[in-house]
C-alpha cells in the first residue's frame, strides 16, 4: 500500500529556508515519479518540481528554479524539498505524490497524472 507523509512546513520569514520531507512507503523512489506540488488558497494546485531519480530527471516550476531543490533518501525512504529565499507567494499547502504506473512521465509535474497523495504540510512566509 503507497503512503505518504510530509513534514516540515512552518511560518518563516521572506528570505529564510525549509527543507520538507515526504516519507514514503508501498513503493521503490527509483521506480516512480515523484512530484511535490501546492495549493494556495483559492488557487489550483500546481506543481513545484517532479523527477524520475531513475533518469535523473527532474523538473521544476519557473517560480521556483534556483531556489528549490528535490533530492531523495533511499535509506531513509524519503523526498526532500529543500527551499530557499522563500517569498510571501510560496505559501501553501505542500503535497509529495506519486503515479501507479512506473513508466509515467510525470516530468510535466501536473496533478491529474498523479495518483497517491500525501495529506500537505503547510508552508506560511511572512514579508
Known amino acids: 500500500q503507497v503512503q505518504l507523509v510530509e513534514s516540515g512546513g512552518g511560518l518563516v520569514q521572506s528570505g529564510e529556508s525549509l527543507t520538507l520531507s515526504c516519507v514514503a512507503s508501498?513503493?521503490?523512489?527509483?521506480?516512480?515519479?515523484i512530484g511535490w506540488f501546492r495549493q494556495a488558497p483559492g488557487k489550483e494546485r500546481e506543481g513545484v518540481s517532479c523527477s524520475r531519480f531513475n533518469d535523473l530527471t527532474t523538473h521544476y516550476a519557473d517560480s521556483v528554479k534556483g531556489r528549490f531543490t528535490i533530492s531523495k533518501d533511499n535509506v531513509k525512504k524519503t523526498v526532500y524539498l529543500q527551499m530557499m529565499n522563500l517569498r510571501p507567494e510560496d505559501t501553501a499547502v505542500y503535497y509529495c505524490?506519486?503515479?501507479?504506473?512506473?513508466?509515467?512521465?510525470?516530468?510535466?509535474?501536473?496533478?491529474?497524472?498523479?495518483?497517491?497523495w500525501g495529506q500537505g504540510t503547510q508552508v506560511t512566509v511572512s514579508s
Open positions: 505524490a506519486t503515479t501507479n504506473d512506473p513508466m509515467d512521465y510525470g516530468l510535466d509535474c501536473i496533478p491529474d497524472d498523479y495518483d497517491h
Open positions: 508501498g513503493f521503490s523512489l527509483d521506480d516512480y515519479p
